[in-house]
């Protein structure tokens, strides 16, 4: 891995461009427009030619981890391998070159494979109904929220405007909730992982919106009571949200609906195997049980019978009267939920068990292989769903190593870290999330890794304190980052 | 198998690390009257081969008309190296860059993105990008409520020009928390808002007004005495521009004044396929004064142990993951392949480049609009100048015009009548610099029979109020 590359601007030269990818008019088209309207300065962007463009852009991408590259375990992420095929077949260009606006006589393709996904996401959850627009997991859970809010307002019942939320969650589930103009009630989880049912008992009252619940839960184990939840946050007048980030460790083998729950989102993103991106775009498709059908935010894909045939067409508000309304200017990540589809129609039924019995393999004996080696399990009297933690609150202790420095030396052996300090709950821990499409020799090698970094750790602490050495940078000031804030580049600054 | 590389061989060992004799027995925890049954509502597998012939049958269900749609997507040339480089595994395949020295690509390309669009917008500060245009506007409303302090009605004032998904995005994702959007009328004269419209909130307590420029129908706002009319009434404004647009119009940090407080818009147009929608991306910028009250991800420049320059997420006591139900925004992933091809977009272009798609884009709609108000009872519905967009009144009911367009393969505009019952027969058309003379002759023709085949619509339709409430 090379160590760095300049700003793009910093390759500009007054006068050059890619000139090949410009129209041919110039500023004279604009004569007609008002005074007063127009620019008068151009803005910084850089003067560079196409190969320079090329180079730049080629070289920054050779400084990130990423899955084709490397094994990326970050908990909760289900960073599995995104098919190419699934990329290949959602930028054909008909379906790039559609216009949201079209009319549905030139999308019956595209309406065909929404619906379908539709269909087939609410088989593998268990739910009614499905709404795809929502853009990313966060935007998921408000839509499913909003949608709790707008249930009870509905039915006049004013008062519930309370979600609960176990002390592991996601920091977006209490986030979301403020969004939703809800106020947020923290319960603890026992010793086992599983929720405290006393503490829920005394939690849910005529104020409970709901609960949301991931399952398995963030700390990497099945909430085994979780019928019990149920029966008690419903016996409350409160609905059950599912956060559907672990999705992937039951795909195939229990389903939310089937759980209990009223509302769920799902990451496309992760269970799904739509690319990350390096941050997005993702998708956040919600589902609802029968109570929460009208609230669906809009639109969706319908089917109806004509004389020429099965035609697919957009629902909106005529259709939703009580929608909870729009949550994106259009039709949410549209070009993801292709991918999602094939993806899904890849897997096929066959296929869908697979993916959570073979993730819930790869993490068991993951963690059974670490524990070998010397790691301490967070909870090592339970099964390990599809991700799993392990602490090293021991080594911070003795030998003063913590488990961000693990996570820096796993970057000098050529993994990505697993996810670190979350949940907040365990000291030290490394949130660690195979996925099934990794071999296990794969598994072996990063076992290895670990086993060489305690060794380290016990040798030659600093070494391990001082990771990373090989990357392109060493650990940053974040503290200098936040107080010397230096969010843009100035053409004084040169670096 | 699903992608799953496991031998026979490989599943035995494992199981016999773990100590249990089947894969079942991991699944013991989960009650066994909640165990899925087999999922008769997925279709059988299919191989690469399958999918591939069944998405090219669908994709060619849609085809590939000829569009002279816009209303907020917009067709334009996307260089080859955009989507080359940004579909490269290692920008593709990558997350949220949390481990920032391993994600080094990632992190920079956002700082230089940030400084682009900071430049674009005239606006100190950016954000690493929200999920698009609609959405960025809810944020900046919510923004704003926090960031106008002196302010206590969360009211914000937004104009019936502004694109009407964005006024019901925003109204879907803020109203929960109690912020009130009004709508303000505009001229259906010129097309475009009016300061004086605003004079009935004189003395009133209102947070902010959104601008947006051009504005729905393509019509050029008096930004200036609009930001100047919300400044003078302690709110603050909300720009919500078109990127493509900014190469050639005056930025909304030099609006009025003292500038506007806020830019958001939809990115869409910067080297983002027209994709059904999506995904695309919204963008935020900002003055620094309120950079804390941004949400989404920010990415600084520091320096690492050895005082070398680096890059990392900065600023991230605002977010949910660490400030939890007090975060600015509980958005996490947001849009950051988009980014990645916006960000390269903008380097093919340059300043020169982007102005010279906009002057393109601009001319062509003039030569759309000269060709099509040549037909009789084809007018421009507005006075007001207009940019690279615009609204044609007709004579005839336009949805069965539309729907003869489409079937000789031209979708000739958006139907206004949804949202803007006012206006009768309006009809919003556009083209960028993808279409050529031919093109708009083709349209302009079709047009012509389309017309000459459909009665005209009733006398009394014609009649119109001077300023639609």
Redesign the interface.
């Known amino acids: 891995m090379h160590s760095?590359?300049k700003?793009?601007?910093e390759y500009s030269r007054p006068g050059r461009?890619?000139?090949d990818?410009?129209?041919?008019?110039?500023?004279?088209?604009?004569a007609?427009?008002?005074e007063?309207?127009?620019?008068?300065g151009?803005?910084?962007?850089?003067?560079?030619s196409?190969l320079d463009?090329?180079r730049?852009?080629?070289?920054?991408?050779?400084?990130?981890?990423?899955?084709?590259?490397?094994f990326?375990p970050?908990g909760s992420?289900t960073?599995?391998?995104?098919?190419k095929?699934c990329?290949?077949?959602?930028?054909?260009?008909?379906?790039?070159?559609?216009?949201?606006?079209?009319?549905e006589?030139?999308?019956?393709?595209?309406l065909?494979?929404l619906y379908e996904l539709q269909?087939?996401l609410?088989?593998?959850t268990?739910m009614q109904g499905v709404a795809l627009s929502p853009?990313?997991?966060?935007?998921g859970?408000?839509a499913g929220v909003?949608m709790i809010?707008a249930y009870h307002r509905s039915r006049g019942d004013l008062a519930r405007n309370e979600i609960i939320v176990p002390e592991a969650a996601?920091?977006?589930n209490?986030?979301?909730?403020?969004?939703?103009?809800c106020?947020?009630r923290e319960i603890p989880v026992d010793a086992q992982g599983d929720v405290d049912l006393e503490a829920l008992r005394a939690a849910v009252g005529p104020q409970t919106a709901g609960i949301m619940l991931t399952n398995p839960s963030t700390l990497g184990?099945?909430e085994?009571r979780?019928?019990e939840v149920a029966r008690i946050v419903h016996a409350a007048g409160g609905l059950l949200y599912y956060d559907g980030a672990n999705l992937n460790a039951?795909l195939?083998?229990?389903?939310p609906g089937?759980?209990g729950f009223d509302v769920m989102h799902m990451n496309l993103?992760k269970t799904f195997?739509t690319?990350?991106?390096?941050?997005?775009?993702?998708a956040g498709a919600v589902g609802v049980g029968a109570r929460l059908l009208p609230f669906l935010?809009i639109p969706l894909v319908g089917k109806s019978a004509s004389p020429e045939g099965e035609r697919y067409r957009w629902l909106a508000e005529q259709d939703l009267p009580q929608s909870?309304?729009?949550?994106?200017?259009?039709?949410?990540?549209?070009?993801?939920l292709?991918r999602a589809y094939?993806y899904?129609?890849?897997?096929?039924?066959?296929?869908?068990?697979?993916?959570g019995?073979?993730a819930?393999?790869?993490a068991?004996?993951l963690l059974?292989?670490l524990r070998?080696v010397g790691f301490e399990a967070a909870y090592p009297e339970?099964?390990a769903s599809h991700e799993f933690i392990i602490t090293v609150k021991r080594q911070a202790r003795e030998l003063g190593v913590t488990a961000m420095d693990f996570?820096?030396r796993l970057?000098d052996q050529g993994f990505?870290?697993p996810?670190t300090y979350?949940p907040l709950l365990v000291p030290e821990c490394l949130l660690i999330e195979p996925t099934?499409?990794?071999?296990?020799q794969t598994l072996d090698a990063f076992v290895a890794a670990m086993e060489q970094i305690l060794s380290e750790a016990m040798q030659e602490p600093e070494h391990v304190t001082?990771a990373?050495h090989t990357?392109?940078?060493?650990?940053?000031?974040?503290v200098?980052?936040?107080k010397?804030?230096?969010?843009?580049?100035k053409p004084t600054a040169q670096? | 198998?699903?992608?799953?590389?496991?031998t026979s061989a490989?599943?035995q060992?494992?199981?016999a690390?773990?100590?249990?004799s089947s894969?079942e027995q991991?699944?013991?925890?989960?009650?066994k009257e909640?165990?899925?049954r087999?999922?008769?509502?997925?279709?059988?597998?299919?191989?690469?081969m399958e999918?591939?012939r069944?998405?090219?049958?669908?994709?060619?269900?849609?085809?590939?008309?000829l569009?002279f749609?816009g209303?907020?997507?917009y067709?334009h040339?996307i260089?080859s190296?955009v989507?080359a480089?940004t579909?490269?595994?290692?920008?593709?395949?990558?997350?949220?860059?949390?481990?920032?020295?391993?994600?080094?690509?990632?992190l920079?390309?956002i700082?230089?993105y940030?400084?682009?669009m900071?430049?674009?917008t005239?606006m100190?500060?950016?954000n690493?990008?929200l999920?698009?245009?609609?959405?960025a506007v809810a944020e900046a409303s919510?923004m704003a409520v926090r960031a106008n302090r002196k302010s206590k009605s969360q009211r914000i004032l937004i104009p019936a020009t502004v694109?009407p998904?964005?006024r019901?995005?925003a109204?879907?994702?803020a109203s929960?928390?109690?912020v009130r959007f009004e709508e303000v009328p505009y001229c259906t004269q010129q097309g475009a808002s009016l300061a004086a419209a605003l004079s009935r909130y004189e003395g009133q307590d209102v947070t902010a007004l959104v601008i947006q420029q051009p504005n729905f129908f393509g019509i050029?706002e008096d930004?200036?005495a609009l930001t100047d009319w919300a400044h003078a009434h302690g709110a603050l404004v909300i720009a919500v521009v078109n990127p493509t647009a900014?190469?050639?119009?005056?930025?909304p940090g030099q609006w009025g004044k003292r500038g506007a407080d806020i830019a958001v818009g939809?990115g869409q147009p910067l080297g983002v396929?027209?994709?059904?929608?999506?995904?695309?991306?919204g963008f935020l910028t900002t003055r620094?004064e309120y950079?804390r009250q941004m949400p989404g991800?920010?990415?600084?420049?520091?320096?690492?142990?050895?005082g070398?320059?680096?890059?990392?997420l900065?600023?991230?006591?605002r977010?949910?993951?660490?400030?939890?139900?007090?975060?600015t925004?509980?958005?996490?992933?947001?849009?950051?392949?988009?980014v990645?091809a916006a960000?390269?977009y903008?380097?093919?272009?340059?300043?020169?480049?982007?102005?010279?798609?906009?002057?393109?884009s601009?001319?062509r709609t003039?030569e759309l609009v000269s060709a099509l108000t040549r037909i009789a009872g084809v007018r421009l519905a507005f006075e007001g100048?207009y940019?690279h967009e615009a609204v044609l009144s007709l004579d005839k009911p336009v949805a069965p015009l539309?729907?003869a367009l489409?079937?000789r393969g031209i979708?000739g505009g958006?139907d206004l009548s949804e949202h803007y019952p006012e206006l009768e027969g309006a009809l919003l058309v556009c083209a960028t610099?993808t279409k050529t003379s031919e093109d708009i002759e083709l349209y302009a023709g079709a047009l012509t029979e389309a017309m000459s085949g459909l009665a005209t619509r009733g006398l009394a339709t014609r009649a119109r109020p001077a300023t639609a409430a």
């Open positions: 760095r590359e700003v793009i601007f461009g890619a000139t990818q410009w129209p041919h008019e110039e500023g004279s088209a604009l007609d427009l008002p007063g309207i127009r620019r008068t151009r803005p910084l962007l850089p003067e560079v196409e463009v090329v730049h852009f080629t070289r920054l991408s050779q400084l990130n981890f990423s899955i084709d590259t490397h990326y970050l992420c960073m599995k391998y995104n098919p095929a990329n290949q077949y959602a930028m054909l260009p008909e379906f790039l070159g559609r216009h949201p606006l079209a009319p006589s030139h999308g019956q393709g595209f065909a494979c269909e087939m609410r088989e593998v268990g853009m990313a997991g966060a935007h859970e408000f909003a809010r996601h920091g977006t209490p986030a979301t909730a403020t969004m939703c103009g106020v947020v184990v099945f085994r979780i019928e039951i195939g083998k229990v389903r089937d759980m993103h195997s690319p990350h991106g390096g941050g997005g775009p993702g935010p909870i309304g729009r949550l994106s200017g259009f039709m949410g990540n549209a070009g993801v292709l094939i899904m129609r890849m897997l096929g039924r066959e296929g869908m068990s697979q993916v019995e073979y819930t393999l790869n068991n004996y059974a292989r070998q339970r099964r996570a820096k970057l990505h870290a996810t979350f099934e499409t990794e071999s296990r001082g990373p990357m392109p940078v060493r650990r940053l000031d974040d200098r980052a936040a010397q804030l230096d969010l843009t580049w670096s | 198998m699903a992608f799953i590389p496991h490989d599943v060992e494992m199981l690390a773990i100590g249990v894969i991991l699944f013991e925890e989960i009650p909640l165990r899925a087999a999922m008769r509502g997925v279709p059988s597998q299919l191989n690469e999918i591939g069944l998405m090219s049958e669908r994709a060619r269900m849609d085809g590939r008309p569009c749609i209303a907020g997507a067709e040339h260089p190296a989507w480089l579909t490269r595994g290692e920008f593709y395949s990558a997350y949220t860059p949390y481990q920032a020295e391993a994600s080094q690509g990632t920079q390309l700082y230089e940030q400084t682009m900071a430049s674009l005239g100190e500060v950016s690493a990008s999920y698009d245009g609609a959405s919510l694109h998904h964005y019901k995005v109204r879907a994702a929960n928390q109690g050029l930004v200036d900014l190469a050639v119009l005056k930025p939809e396929p027209l994709s059904s929608g999506g995904p695309y991306f620094m950079v991800r920010i990415v600084g420049r520091t320096l690492d142990v050895t070398r320059p680096g890059f990392t900065t600023l991230q006591a977010e949910q993951h660490i400030r939890r139900a007090k975060a925004s509980n958005i996490c992933t947001n849009q950051g392949l988009l990645t960000t390269i903008m380097s093919l272009m340059g300043a020169a480049g982007l102005e010279r798609v906009a002057a393109a601009h001319a003039r100048a940019f539309l729907a489409a079937s979708l958006l610099e």
